[in-house]
């Protein structure tokens, strides 16, 4: 038995005493460098999306603006993160839902890149990023990955529209205060519970379960009339509709990056499959090869 599975597996495996074992973001470089991990190393999809959430309700934040909002989404560098932060544990995410749930729309995704982020805070009255009131950032400090892409999030924004973001320090208590407390925005992330839009549009915002306070009539008619639709195309058809509107339009929330794991496995384990909900290994078709 391991105190911590996810951190001491990897060392069993090259003993030669598991045939599977998840790669730590911290050990990801090192599997990839080495002449022997790096041949066995596997890259399985999660359904996840870390995002920045807003308070939509808060009259006094500058995010209220949605040209700020997709300013602040054009101008981050998706990419960069997913390779240099989490070391390849994740997948950029331009759209909201992940791609394993019915319904997905990566057409949501609003076009454009730094030029057209700078136009975006032009329109919103901030050429240059002059006048720019700022907000704060929220995160958890004890999520590594949370912390290293909230610094990374401010360092762009600076870069690319010259404006300027402060990090917040959520406190343990954060869940429970911003029911009634104000905030700008913080950086979260999502799993599906069940293979179903219902659980990713009507949960979070018709439910509010993020707290983002997001009331806007013509949204929550779109996943209430989806959510009820008998017929399953035409179902998947108006959620993907209105994450286009939450997305394009919108932009209610800022998706980041699409989770993933890393993970080695010997080359003699054969047809292992894994579903993207809770990185859930089915091993009913899975057989050992000879070695």
Do not use: C
């Amino acid at each position: 038995l391991y105190q911590n599975a996810s951190q001491q597996a990897l060392a069993s495996y090259e003993a030669d005493e598991l045939d599977l074992a998840p790669v730590p973001p911290a050990e990801t470089d090192r599997a990839l460098a080495d002449a022997r991990l790096s041949a066995d190393v596997v890259h399985w999809p999660e359904s996840r999306n870390w995002q920045l959430r807003i308070d939509h309700r808060n009259p006094n934040t500058v995010l209220k603006n949605v040209n700020v909002r997709k300013a602040l989404y054009l101008a981050i560098d998706r990419d960069l993160i997913v390779r240099q932060l989490i070391k390849g544990q994740g997948i950029a995410s331009y759209n909201f839902v992940p791609p394993d749930i019915p319904g997905n729309n990566p057409a949501a995704a609003l076009p454009g890149g730094p030029t057209e982020a700078r136009q975006f805070l032009e329109t919103a009255g901030y050429p240059g990023g002059k006048g720019f009131p700022g907000f704060k950032l929220g995160y958890v400090p004890t999520q590594a990955e949370g912390v290293l892409v909230s610094q990374a999030l401010v360092s762009m924004w600076k870069d690319v529209l010259g404006i300027n973001v402060d990090l917040l320090a959520v406190p343990t208590d954060w869940r429970t205060r911003i029911r009634t407390e104000p905030y700008d925005m913080y950086y979260g992330g999502w799993g599906s519970d069940y293979l179903d839009p219902n659980d990713w549009h009507n949960v979070i915002f018709e439910g509010d379960y993020w707290q983002s306070h997001y009331t806007d009539p013509t949204y929550l008619d779109m996943i209430k009339k989806a959510n009820v639709e008998p017929d399953p195309d035409v179902r998947n058809q108006k959620f993907a509709e209105a994450e286009s509107y939450l997305i394009k339009d919108q932009m209610v929330t800022i998706p980041i990056f699409f989770g993933a794991t890393t993970w080695v496995q010997k080359p003699w384990v054969r047809n292992l499959r894994i579903a993207p909900l809770n990185t859930y290994i089915d091993p009913r078709d899975a057989w050992i090869g000879a070695h």
